[in-house]
């Protein structure tokens, strides 16, 4: 029925089960826009967040998918700017799942505000000393540059492809793809940075609060750090998952080791930074504020050491060691295995920087105030996944993500 | 009456609360409510999510009986100086919808500016900032009742504690009214001090040393305000919040509930 859509020279499901899979998805994207709507017309109050916690689920899945987003910034600089060439088998569906990270990240922003609306006053009234300013303008700057990074893939669509004008501006459009990857990295690196800087500057919270570097807290840099490293993970992941369903090879196991290999030595480096940024809070500012490192993992139901050790051992060294060496990273088990574990690492690091520090109690007659979402909550931030997951079925079927799939997959007439 | 801040000496306005003298009764809560309008549910004993500017937290030595002893800790919002006016909420605010005025010290929040992102409630360490997490409901024929000097906050947006600086505008007028160039100490004081029983709130302008807060804790501008007075203490010292709230007790269980210590520390 749409075969005159679907790229030439590729085999893909039956109509009929493609659009029975949307509409099964499509069921839960309406559950989570059904929450969405509850929220914008009923308000907050449709959550379970309080006054302890005014920031919760939404801005750890904000903070989460653009670090995991952070696979579109740094592959386009790795394939455009360092000319790591065989990256462009993969750069599309970096692109593709950067594109929608950041779009759900600017969604739930939009639910999360109490006064939606108002939403322009970060950029009209906009505060210069704020790492949320930093964040708001460099955000969505770089969703801009990830649409114009995404249009020329839409249009090389069989059908539009027909089209000369829209055939030579894709092609015109990717002659001057490394000027968009370049400021991609440039804004990526700034709000990546401020992301981290969000949670740093809070110098009345002493879980949260670093040191740092003229204005920006050592966070700044470790945010930007960590998501390259673990960004491209995420993108070899549902790389993974993608081939998994489709039952193909999408892309050359030579790309595949070469961006894990990057990613490995991000993560492995990044790591030791981790380390001696946790090394040097718990033995100088934590102490500095009245605190010891005990303080922040003890008398509480959830938050004990073993997030620490979770994060930053079992999700970071551990995978950076066997992306790092050869053989390990050949090996297909350990490969997913390190990839997952440091997709689950920079969630937890996300984590950690919203929830424990609105956990953690500062004033000495407080106590601890754990949270659990409410379905609303989680419905909306369902919501990114499935359509981020429809956005890939329609661009896997009727745009060509995977350079490489045809000669992969060569399809027999 | 209009000042410039170029040719008036900066005021400093702060609060002094002698916990010695405080009952706990909960006399400045109400009036902080309602002289600010402050919106309230039909239940407010979940204190996560109902509207409290001034609360009042009870803390304990800790010791059993007959050595327990109890304080009552009226807590404000602490008007913080942070370095340079950077209280810890001022400077994260994205959309400058809180300010620090540097003629009063007073952090204000502007209602109609602020879209509700939040970030200020987790940025301040002393719980002082709310969220009108439901539309602002009175209970029929109190809307009689609400002061026109305060705007009603609406669902959504961040709210805290003003030192009622709507008094301040109003005694400036009056001042003005009178053909005064300044106002004096008596003629702007917050709903809370007036209505405490104890007499244990005192109010009035740090800089200034004939005020009576000047006196009491004797702040040193070399030291960001560290009070000189040993008896006197303010929440969260070491941070670096640098607030203008302070706290007078002779009791020094109390003075170390302020803040935190490590084990080995004095």
Known sequence: ?413 | MKEDPNHIKARKFGMIIDLDKCTGCGACMVACMSENNVPFKEDESNKLDSITWMRVYKVTNGKPYPDMEICYIPRPCMHCEGSHGHSPCVSVCPATATDYDQATGIVSQIYTRCFGCRYCMAACPYHARYFNWWDPVWPTGMEQYLSPNVSPRMRGVVEKCTFCFHRYQLAKDRAFYEGRKTIEEGDYQTACTQACPAGAITFGDLNNPHHKVNQLVEPDPKHNGRPKNPNAFRLLERLGTNPKVYYLTSREWVKRAGDNYLKNED
């Open chain 1, 1 to 413: 029925m749409d075969s005159a859509l679907i790229p030439q020279g590729v085999k893909r499901c039956p109509t009929w089960q493609f659009l029975l899979w949307l509409g099964i998805v499509g069921v839960v994207l309406l559950w989570g826009v059904y929450a969405m709507v509850l929220c914008w017309i009923k308000g907050l109050n449709q959550t379970n967040m309080n006054d302890a916690y005014g920031f919760a689920l939404w801005i750890w899945a904000d903070l989460a998918v653009i670090a995991l987003g952070g696979g579109a910034f740094f592959t386009g600089f790795l394939r455009y700017l360092v000319g790591k060439d065989e990256l462009k088998n993969i750069i599309n569906y970096a692109v593709l799942i950067g594109f929608i990270c950041y779009s759900s990240a600017l969604l739930l922003l939009a639910i999360d505000v109490g006064q939606p609306l108002r939403s322009w006053h970060i950029f009209w009234h906009a505060n210069i000393h704020s790492m949320l300013t930093e964040v708001a303008f460099c955000l969505s700057c770089y969703f801009m540059v990830l649409t114009i990074e995404y249009v020329p893939l839409i249009l090389e669509n069989r059908q539009l492809d027909k089209i000369p004008f829209f055939h030579h501006l894709g092609h015109n459009m990717h002659e001057i793809m490394a000027i968009f990857a370049a400021t991609g990295a440039f804004l990526s690196f700034f709000h990546q940075g401020s992301l981290g800087g969000v949670a740093g500057v809070l110098f009345g919270r002493p879980f949260a609060y670093r040191e740092g570097f003229l204005v920006w807290p050592w966070t700044f840099f470790l945010f930007t750090w960590s998501a390259a490293a673990c960004g491209p993970c995420f993108t070899l992941l549902v790389t993974k998952i993608t081939e998994t369903i489709t039952k193909k090879k999408l892309v050359k196991p030579n790309v595949v080791d070469l961006l894990g290999k990057i990613s490995g030595w991000m993560l492995g480096t990044y790591i030791v930074a981790k380390i001696i940024d946790t090394w040097y809070w718990a033995l100088v500012t934590v102490p500095s504020k009245g605190f010891t490192l005990t303080d922040f993992y003890s008398n509480n139901a959830l938050y004990g050491i073993w997030i620490l050790v979770m994060e930053i051992l079992i999700c970071g060294v551990a995978p950076a060691i066997i992306l790092i060496i050869g053989p390990l990273r050949r090996n297909s088990a350990l490969f997913m295995t390190a990839i997952i574990l440091a997709v689950i690492g920079v969630c937890i690091n996300r984590w950690v920087m919203v929830l424990q520090v609105m956990a953690m109690p500062v004033l000495t007659f407080e106590n601890w105030v754990l949270y659990y979402p409410s379905w609303q909550e989680v419905a909306t931030t369902v919501l990114p996944v499935v359509y981020g997951i429809i956005l890939i079925m329609i661009s896997y079927r009727y745009l060509p993500v995977f350079p490489q799939e045809q000669e992969l997959n060569p399809v027999e007439k």
